[in-house]
């Protein structure tokens, strides 16, 4: 009888160890699922703001590399660091294609390779008296210091 | 007789033990179960305040608010929109979403959707000048913040959009 009950009760307490197992692990997931959406979205969401902000004050079209990067750093919070290739086409009327220009680089650099790094493509033209001066294709990295 | 005692001791206090430990065990899967459950509705108000703050700045910095000339009737304003372009603030709509929300704070809440939540709007230069501020000033608990770059006036400027819920830690 003594023996039995014995081996109920051991039962019982693997049984509940292994529940609080679950349950603690449970907890852990859940904290750490919680990490990260909300920075990386807002981290996108302003990445996009601020390109868009200079294209549509014309900083993009300057092509200016110091230009552009000095009123991303006003804009940017200290937070984040960005960086963005702009690549600039010409379109040729008599073959109907684009013509690679040159290419323009903005800002930092990161090798983290761990972390999220959010980007993006934005596509701009710049005018000029007579029409299209040229077509740019933005693509950027915006990424937690 | 005494034998028999003895015996039956070592088997009390054997249970005693047994239904100590039985006991215990039971409360920290319940306590760990409580505080579980805490913790998740509070990521999910969480998830929802982020979730908020997104939509609304969103919906603040990218779109003209329906109707779109809102801002010369303010009686008829459905849904909030402070740019004339994407991301372009217009001042007339600027002034009368704060004077709408400086008036009938409840009103503007009721208008974004976060009647269970409190927020506030600031817009300012990039070089820290604060163009205007509206809303709830006085935040607590857990607030989400969330930053938005604008062109306002032809400049730079960023709108700084916090919510929360004051029971949320």
């Known amino acids: 009888m003594s023996r039995k009950g014995y081996v109920l009760t051991l039962d019982i307490t693997i049984a509940l160890m292994i529940v609080l197992g679950v349950l603690f692990l449970s907890a852990i997931i859940i904290n750490n699922a919680q990490t990260g ?3 990386e979205m807002q981290q996108v969401r ?14 993009l079209q300057s092509l200016n590399s110091s ?9 940017l919070p200290s937070t984040f660091d960005i960086s963005m ?7 040729d009327i008599g073959s ?14 990161t090798n983290e390779t761990d972390r999220f790094i959010g980007q993006g493509k934005r596509t701009f033209v710049k005018f000029s008296g007579t029409g299209v001066a040229n077509y740019s294709v933005l693509e950027y990295n915006v990424w937690v210091k | 007789m005494y034998p028999k005692s003895r015996r039956a001791q070592t088997v009390f206090l054997d249970l005693f033990f047994a239904v100590g430990f039985f006991l215990l065990l039971i409360g920290l899967v319940l306590i760990t179960s409580i505080n579980l459950k805490y913790k ?10 982020e979730r908020e703050a997104i939509l609304i700045s969103d919906m603040l910095v990218q779109g003209p608010g329906y109707p779109s000339s809102w801002e010369s009737n303010r009686s008829v304003v ?23 929300t400086d008036s009938d704070y409840n009103k503007s809440k009721q208008i974004l959707g976060i009647e269970n939540e ?14 205007a501020t509206t809303g709830n000033l006085m935040p607590q608990g857990h607030v989400v913040n969330m930053k938005r770059a604008v062109v306002y006036n032809n400049n730079e400027a960023l709108l700084v959009l916090a919510i929360w819920r004051a029971e949320l830690e």
Do not use: P, W
């Not at chain 1, 230009?67 to 804009?75: D, V």
């Not at chain 1, 290739?85 to 379109?91: H, L, V």
């Not at chain 2, 409190?118 to 163009?131: A, C, P, S």
């Open chain 2, 118 to 131: 409190d927020f506030f709007v600031q817009m300012r230069y990039k070089n820290g000048t604060i163009l």
């Open chain 2, 78 to 100: 459905e849904t909030f929109g402070l740019a004339g372009i994407d991301h372009q603030i217009q001042f007339s709509k600027l002034l009368a979403f704060k004077r709408i």
């Open chain 1, 85 to 91: 290739t702009i690549k600039t086409y010409d379109y």
């Open chain 1, 46 to 59: 302003l990445a996009n703001d601020i390109i868009t902000v200079l294209d549509e004050r014309g900083t």
């Open chain 2, 40 to 49: 998740s509705e509070q990521n999910m108000i969480k998830d929802d305040l």
């Open chain 1, 37 to 39: 959406t909300f920075l």
């Open chain 1, 67 to 75: 230009l552009i990067n000095s009123t991303i750093q006003e804009i």
């Open chain 1, 96 to 109: 109907q294609n684009f013509i690679y220009k040159n290419r323009t680089k903005v800002s930092g650099v």
